[in-house]
């Protein structure tokens, strides 16, 4: 499907993917690069990549497709770095949880002036990952039944037509992340941005605001977390994630999680206000607006 | 363990344990009573049950435990009806997961005088349960691994003596408890509900205040719930449990659950505020202790 794959950026999400391309056979070869030299002996041994690549100029200058894998904050300064090398034809995307600032450093006429003529990035994301971090815990099945957002250069507005590389490069990597398993979704960064901030980045902090709760009430009443069940853990799990990735996360994508912060805070209120009232026909119906939601969703 | 057990309510949990006593051999005979004659024919289908009472005062009179399994709201009103039936040494106890109110209705004078004499009622909460409700989902495991709590009458206090029924009661639940695979833990009403506010309540609030900002959000930009990955689904697994169960919960144990929820919304405003500020130290800060207050659980 492609020639040669520079992954740039070898930890969970970089080595899962090139585990994922590696064990359906969707590329002649895989080379790593990270800046980490552990992350690509890590991922080499677990055969997540074929080769390291200890200068990824060079190495993307021979690649027909380059995928930046790094975590979200040095995406913009990674994609600048390796663009002016790239060949005709590459296409280049990214993993990044948080589409607008790479989308538009994409935009920016000084990036264009240095991506190599007939070269296109398009963004990615695939909606998949896991609390425990590193190419150690890479998956080949991490992206299996998962959505993969792709938002095309540049972002499509009524009035732009995408360029002919642009197009052919958007279908390509559908059918790439179609045979890694998981369903393409096209859309502008800005959508892709605001659905991440209510699905992923305010459960990330609904979860970690839960867990600390909890630890706080268990310093004041000791054993109150040995009562914990499953519902308790379910609630909480993604709360051991790493926190210097939510942390550039949040903070990247700082306004759209505002504002689905501000929408639960006001939902949560309400619930309060008609408990404080013992309004037993307004908690009922919190709980099943939720229950009837949950049961509507996919999954 | 036991010679007759009558099981009054025939739910998801009453089922539960019926399956779980009777796949052990923990009892002579389980007798199963529900105001839901469905209920009844469903626990018996499952074989939870070996026999359908149709008059719960009457089969109290002839079991050597009888266990409240009844929503909880209605737990104060079926101790009092059922009081005055049992035998001396029989042992009442419940399911329900808020333990004041049914402590406190089990401590009135009116219903000592009521209960046969050398009868007791231990109160009990097994930490488990799942969304899917009815005999039809009971299950012979639910309980294994979990913690049992059991609260002994009176609420023990450093000036009190439990009577030597009362400790005899207590050491027989917890013995039938621990060959059902659950961890028996002893304490007073005021401490678990103060315990279950923090690990059980509040997070079905929270997670059912998640998916109802969620679903605004998707309906103001359609497609927001397409992109929902693990993190969302498990974070708002429990939001599909059932809303009058859980309207009652919340009710009973307000107070308890208010503290919480104050707790909670100050742990989150803080984080509100330092994202607004951009405060990058703050807000890895917050995910750091909650990932520390994760990863020191026992689960």
Known sequence: MFGRVLIAGCGLMGASLGLAIKSRNLAGQVVGWDSDHRATAAALERGAIDQVATNPEAAAAEADLVVLAAYVKSLPELLLRLAPSVRAGTIMTDLGSVKGSIMAAAREPAFIARLSPGAVFVGGHPMAGKAAQGAVHADPELFTGTVWVLCPPPAPRPEEVLSEDGRLAVERLKALVGALGARPAVMTAEHHDRAVAAVSHLPQSVASAL????????????????????????????AA????????ICLDNREALLGTLEQFESELAAFRQALEAADAAIIEDFFERAKAAKEGMRN
Do not use: E, H, Y
């Not at 600390?212 to 993604?238: H, K, M, W």
């Not at 994630?241 to 550039?248: E, G």
């Open 211 to 238: 867990m600390n709760s909890a630890a706080s009430l268990d310093q004041q009443t000791p054993g109150v977390l040995d009562l914990a069940a499953s519902g308790f853990r379910d609630t909480t799990r993604i």
């Open 241 to 248: 994630s790493t926190p210097s990735m939510w942390r550039d």
